[in-house]
């Protein structure tokens, strides 16, 4: 006999498939609870989505109120505006600011294009394009698209935003535009 096919005096295709068996035996239970487990992380993934989106639709229409009932900031917030500068450390929503966001923001929509999310069970991380338009600033309305990435942590019974970096690249630009805003000097004016 072929000594490759014989082990422990049985045909390997016999001692293979009480292996399988017993793995199996062992493996179900493990991945019926990993699925289990994943269903209600799938769902916690497609809410902050739904809640991300709608999040920028209160903000691009000045509905500051709103937008700050339903964003949850949380413990430790950290923010990269599209606006460039420093990365901002905690919010706190007095009437004041979410007054002057109001005034700065009116009239939009928004719509997120996800790329990609990761999650495990006490974090999220979504990466999309958020589509939006609005007046901003006072400037008529227009495309205020932004790539966007947003990090949720569990705290508590729910999720949190802890961290936006969102920057108006969604269009491509030149290697000396890209230089002109790495160093501090804006866009070239153009001619």
Same mark, same amino acid.
């Given at each position: 006999?072929?000594?490759?096919?014989?082990?422990?005096?049985?045909?390997?295709?016999?001692?293979?498939?009480?292996?399988?068996?017993?793995?199996?035996?062992?493996? +179900?239970?493990?991945?019926?609870?990993?699925?289990?487990?994943?269903?209600?992380?799938?769902?916690?993934?497609?809410?902050? *989505?739904?809640?991300?989106?709608?999040?920028?639709? +209160?903000?691009?229409?000045?509905?500051?109120?709103?937008?700050?009932?339903?964003?949850? *900031?949380?413990?430790?917030?950290?923010?990269?505006?599209?606006?460039?500068?420093?990365?901002?450390?905690?919010?706190?929503?007095?009437?004041?600011? +979410?007054?002057?966001?109001?005034?700065?923001?009116?009239?939009?929509?928004?719509?997120?294009? *996800?790329?990609?999310?990761?999650?495990?069970?006490?974090?999220?991380?979504?990466?999309?394009?958020?589509?939006?338009?609005?007046?901003?600033?006072?400037?008529?309305?227009?495309?205020?698209?932004?790539?966007?990435?947003?990090?949720?942590?569990?705290?508590?019974?729910?999720?949190?935003?802890?961290?936006?970096?969102?920057?108006?690249?969604?269009?491509? *630009?030149?290697?000396?535009?890209?230089?002109?805003?790495?160093?501090?000097?804006? +866009?070239?004016?153009?001619?």
């Amino acid at each position: 006999m072929n000594t490759t096919s014989i082990q422990a005096g049985r045909p390997a295709g016999r001692c293979f498939s009480r292996r399988v068996s017993l793995a199996m035996t062992l493996l +179900l239970p493990f991945c019926a609870k990993t699925a289990q487990a994943a269903e209600p992380l799938d769902r916690a993934v497609e809410q902050l *989505i739904a809640r991300a989106e709608r999040q920028a639709q +209160l903000f691009n229409a000045g509905r500051m109120r709103e937008w700050n009932a339903l964003v949850g *900031i949380g413990d430790g917030f950290t923010l990269m505006e599209p606006f460039g500068g420093a990365t901002s450390h905690g919010f706190n929503p007095t009437e004041e600011k +979410l007054a002057k966001l109001a005034k700065n923001f009116r009239n939009g929509t928004a719509r997120l294009e *996800i790329d990609q999310t990761y999650a495990s069970k006490d974090m999220v991380v979504l990466v999309y394009v958020e589509r939006n338009d609005g007046e901003v600033h006072g400037l008529p309305n227009q495309d205020w698209s932004l790539r966007v990435t947003q990090v949720f942590q569990r705290q508590g019974d729910g999720w949190k935003l802890v961290h936006r970096h969102a920057d108006p690249l969604v269009h491509p *630009i030149s290697l000396a535009d890209l230089s002109s805003l790495a160093a501090g000097r804006g +866009l070239p004016k153009a001619d």
